[in-house]
């Protein structure tokens, strides 16, 4: 189904192609019923909540698709997180991860050449669409953090600079549960275990062992021994002048919203805001910045404007300024409104799976 169709109506037919049901058994195969689309909820195209809501609207018994469900409600739940633990998502959040032998990338990982081929295959797709299907992920991190002892956060930034999908709580809390620094156990997987779910039938590499290896030291495989640090900038487009009506409102847009309903019937200036602050902190792939171009295409009227978000205010007067919440905007100012949350659930949970019990008392059974 790759690669990712932009236009408004192909998003909305992607989300009418789920199979909701097929999803919930093959979900971890690489070949399973995946939906394809955590980059438009990812770019806040759509939202978690609609694609419940389509789902649901085609009468499904909610127990046969609560797999479905579930996985869709971790995003939610990794943004509450975010919004509660703030910056702390950027450090180990629960246990210290140990042993550390660095805090670069393992070399062969970023070249695709780890001598796995399913691992090997997923980089260079990765490299070519700006996807990676989320079961290779966890491979990937294992093989980081857990394999080659890399600190959880140079990889974690090194995939969300190649993700379309990027969004840095889902993939730094992520990287962090399989490094067992959100967890209380890190996660590994062995080559039969990658065979079975990727369809390959490889021997002989250096996750050709058993799980109690994994337990009993483990010494840094020779492929995974060097390591590079890598310098990920964003390649923003050139500024181009904004035509201000000062006196309608101000829609701001961002990485994380790319909302096209969002209050469409209103009249106002709509404004897509990249800030080199937030990509300095939080870079991206030029892949990911043209994808992000292309689907701001469906906002009616939408500009771009390159800077930050005092500049664009100063500097074109606006006065009644709107945004959607999240956890990057807290420097803006005007009216935030909020997003599209799935369930009524807010706050910190440390578990997913006390936030999830708590959502599933909103379903209707």
């Known amino acids: 189904m790759l690669p990712f169709p932009v236009s408004f109506d192909e998003i909305l037919n992607r989300v009418d192609l789920v199979d909701p049901v097929a999803y919930g058994s093959s979900r971890n195969y690489i070949d399973g019923a995946v939906s394809y689309l955590s980059p438009y909820i990812s770019r806040g195209v759509i939202s978690t909540k609609f694609v419940m809501s389509k789902i649901l609207e085609r009468g499904h018994h909610t127990y046969k698709v609560e797999k479905f469900i579930q ?4 995003r939610d739940y990794w943004q509450q997180v975010w919004i509660a633990k703030g910056n702390e998502i950027n450090t180990d959040l629960k246990h210290q991860q140990t042993p550390i032998a660095n805090w670069s990338i393992p070399k062969s990982i970023v070249e695709a050449t780890t001598g796995i081929i399913a691992i090997d295959n997923s980089i260079q797709q990765l490299y070519e669409t700006g996807y990676m299907h989320n079961h290779l992920r966890m491979y990937v991190a294992s093989i980081a953090c857990n394999v080659a002892q890399s600190h959880w956060k140079a990889p974690a930034q090194w995939l969300y600079y190649h993700l379309l999908d990027g969004d840095w709580a889902s993939n730094a809390l992520s990287w962090q549960w399989v490094a067992g620094a959100n967890s209380n156990k890190k996660y590994y997987a062995n080559q039969e275990n990658i065979n079975t779910y990727c369809r390959t ?27 590079e640090s890598l310098n990920l900038k964003t390649e923003l487009p050139e500024m181009e002048p904004l035509s201000i009506d000062e006196n309608l409102p101000a829609y701001i847009y961002n990485f994380y919203n790319l909302d096209s309903e969002w209050k469409k019937d209103t009249s106002a200036n709509r404004v897509l805001l ?18 992000v171009l292309a689907t701001s295409k469906n906002i009616k009227n939408i500009q771009i404007y390159v800077g930050e978000f005092k500049e664009l205010v100063a500097s074109h007067n606006l006065k009644d300024i709107h945004f959607k919440e999240h956890p990057l905007n807290a420097h803006y100012k005007g009216t935030e409104e909020p997003r599209d949350w799935m369930f009524k659930v807010e706050g910190y949970f440390p578990s997913f799976f006390g936030f999830w019990k708590k959502c599933k008392k909103q379903l209707k059974y």
């Open 71 to 74: 996985e869709l409600a971790w």
């Open 274 to 291: 990249l800030e080199p602050s937030h990509f300095k902190n939080y870079p991206v792939s030029k892949k990911s910045i043209d994808f």
């Open 201 to 227: 039938n490889q021997k002989n590499t250096f996750l050709d062992v058993s799980y109690e290896t994994f337990n009993t030291s483990m010494e840094i495989p020779g492929r995974l021994k060097e390591t």
